[in-house]
């Protein structure tokens, strides 16, 4: 009869506890199986099965508990250094972004003409003098006549007077001429000046290119067009005693904020044979050819390859792996206090029946 009695009373016991647990079988899936795994008792089949569960049945209840335990700190492990591993990702991807953001790409096309617009030639000779304007075709130049001496001309030309963009006080004279357009035919200017300065050691005539003569032509104020234009174009030069062969190349660039023109030149320096009269040697030559290098315009754009949505793509992907990291914690540590207090429950209700 007491045999009888205690077995009833050890079912009544693990009864109990299956009622009292009832709460952790709403839980997710891993945590309800694992509940209901520690719940399922062993077969009452008679007195030698209620000696084995009370021997063995605890001590395998309290290793499956364990197991349990360092397996969900094992996943959590797992979980936060995924977690990290994802942070870093998106730091990195937010570095590249910034970077790629402040250093956009250039992308490089040609595009071929047939014919340029006429670009401007401001010259600056000073005391030089101009003795010839022409155009010529085919890079052909006839040899000179009378060297020294003004020669005919069919150059349009402008001249303008300003003060300089980085000194108000100086006054500059241009002798703006109109360039070649022409690129099949290879259309150039062959320009002549004399300088009747024998007492300087070095002597060069500077120049300057722009865009379209045309702007300069219908410009309301000239001075100011041409006081812009030395802002911001480059200033070259070529000196007395050769012929200085200028080709040009014309460059766009698109950039974030707006679009520039810019020149670009190959220049090639011969020097000039001077056959002369020793008597009008005193005044110094100079020779210059404009012509552009190729029919081919380049065009430069400023590409930012920076693509905002990888890295809000990225970060989405951290914040729901830190959820999710979280979630699962609070989940584990909640299903190990639980089951600790009902490891210790059930170990004094053994203590107290057995008492």
């Not at 399922?40 to 290793?63: L, M, V, Y």
């Not at 234009?229 to 950039?255: A, D, H, I, P, Q």
């Not at 100079?286 to 970060?315: C, G, H, K, M």
């Amino acid at each position: 009869m007491r045999g009888k009695e205690r077995s009833r009373s050890y079912n009544e016991f693990i009864d109990d506890d299956d009622d009292g647990d009832e709460s952790s079988a709403q839980s997710p899936g891993f945590f309800g199986e694992a509940t209901e795994d520690l719940e399922r008792e062993e077969p009452d089949d008679g007195t030698s099965q209620e000696d084995d569960n009370k021997g063995s049945g605890p001590q395998r209840r309290f290793s499956k508990t364990c197991l349990r335990n360092v397996f969900t700190v094992v996943l959590i492990f797992i979980y936060l250094l995924l977690t990290g591993v994802a942070m870093f990702l998106a730091y990195q991807n937010i570095s590249d972004f910034l970077e790629k953001l402040n250093n956009p790409v250039m992308s490089v096309t040609y595009k071929e003409v047939d014919s340029f617009l006429a670009p401007g030639i401001a010259l600056y000779p000073g005391k030089a003098r101009l003795l010839s304007c022409k155009h010529y075709f085919h890079d052909y130049i006839p040899p000179l006549v009378d060297p020294g001496k003004p020669q005919e001309g069919d150059c349009l030309m402008e001249d303008v007077t300003y003060f300089g963009p980085f000194t108000n006080q100086t006054k500059i004279q241009a002798l703006v001429v109109r360039g070649p357009t022409d690129v099949r035919n290879k259309e150039l200017i062959f320009m002549q000046f004399s300088l009747n300065e024998t007492e300087e050691d070095f002597s060069a005539i500077t120049y300057m290119l722009f865009s379209n003569f045309g702007d300069l032509i219908h410009s309301a104020n000239k001075s100011i067009f041409m006081r812009d234009c030395e802002r911001n174009y480059s200033m070259w030069t070529f000196s007395g005693g050769f012929r200085t062969w200028v080709k040009m190349s014309l460059v766009k660039t698109s950039g974030k904020n707006n679009d520039a023109v810019e020149f670009r030149q190959e220049s090639a320096v011969v020097k000039f044979n001077d056959k002369r009269p020793e008597s009008e040697k005193t005044n110094q030559l100079f020779f210059v050819v404009f012509e552009w290098r190729d029919p081919y315009i380049q065009e430069i754009r400023l590409i930012v390859t920076a693509n905002p949505w990888n890295s809000i793509a990225i970060l989405c992907g951290v914040f729901m792996a830190l959820f999710k990291a979280a979630n699962f914690a609070k989940l584990s540590i909640q299903w190990i206090i639980r089951m600790r207090k009902r490891h210790l429950r059930n170990k004094t209700r053994e203590l107290n029946q057995i008492n």
